[in-house]
């Protein structure tokens, strides 16, 4: 309806100093026509623009019929006739709209992929903001402070490969006034190895607490663990127990190593291997 407004110019606003047989042809009215048919491409429906064109045609065809054209039958007329010049802008239009729908179709695609594009970003910085909490909240899971135990020296650090990591160190106060070490290795990275990272720590430090010795705390461990490790992902883990009263350290592997111990007093380095229980016991 939009594009067949100017066709009422051109059948009620015609020159009157021009000769009728011309009057479809010489009123500027005809220009709008295109105007509306580029506009039509802002709705981004090629289908509408062609249908923009057809209507431009149809009613600016209706109008010159309305002033008097009548198209050219005999076969002599010439294509500079005003007969056959009418018929021609009428084609001209519905040309346009055809333009102006393929116009419309490569902006329609070009703001689609905009607002994919927009969408996936929005996705992204969601997730980074995610694992940005995720990665704050494992981090407050490790130790601010070292223990402070006579005859002991006790440092730890992580650095995960991504925003999250399946890695963690922690240390625990026991009733006896012993210390456990802990040292865990979830497989893989990403929010679910940290998940499971924080279920360890969790079953750790409340097992751990219990202190019924540290074979049957890795036991119970392990049996819990069972249960929340889905197939294809496997937990590590090493815990130490430190005695400050006689300088003894128990060390249990459970697939987490090789363990090395170096004794400095006689320059020798020692390797355990990554299963089983040691004690030893070395004056203060």
């Not at 925003?163 to 012993?178: A, I, M, V």
């Not at 019924?212 to 590590?236: K, P, S």
Request: proline share 5%; with cysteine; net charge neutral.
């Amino acid at each position: 309806m939009e594009t067949s407004l100017p066709a009422l110019s051109v059948a009620f606003l015609p020159g009157a100093l021009i000769d009728p047989v011309y009057r479809p042809l010489a009123n500027p009215a005809v220009l709008v026509f295109f105007l509306f048919i580029i506009l039509s491409t802002l709705r981004l429906n090629p289908g509408l623009c062609r249908l923009s064109g057809f209507s431009a045609a149809i009613s600016y065809l209706a109008a010159a019929a309305h002033l008097g054209w009548k198209p050219a039958i005999s076969g002599g007329t010439s294509l500079l006739s005003p007969e056959t010049a009418v018929f021609s802008y009428a084609i001209t239009l519905v040309v346009a709209g055809f333009v102006s729908g393929v116009v419309a179709a490569e902006i329609r695609k070009q703001v689609d992929a905009a607002l994919r594009e927009a969408k996936t970003q929005r996705q992204l910085d969601r997730l980074e903001h995610d694992l940005e909490i995720a990665r704050s909240i494992q981090r407050s899971l490790l130790p601010s402070t070292m223990p402070e135990i006579v005859g002991f020296q006790i440092a730890g650090w992580n650095q995960p490969a991504d925003h999250t990591g399946g890695d963690y160190y922690d240390w625990q106060l026991l009733s006896d006034g012993t210390i456990v070490l802990a040292v865990a290795d979830v497989t893989g990275h990403g929010i679910g190895p940290a998940l499971l990272t924080a279920v360890c720590r969790a079953y750790a430090r409340t097992i751990f607490g219990l202190n019924n010795g540290l074979m049957r705390a890795m036991e119970q461990i392990n049996a819990a663990l069972a249960v929340d490790v889905g197939e294809g992902r496997f937990v590590t883990f090493v815990a130490a127990i430190c005695s400050p009263e006689n300088g003894c350290v128990q060390l249990l592997s459970a697939g987490h190593g090789p363990l090395f111990l170096y004794l400095s007093r006689e320059d020798r380095l020692t390797k355990w291997a990554r299963k089983g229980c040691r004690s030893a016991s070395y004056p203060l």
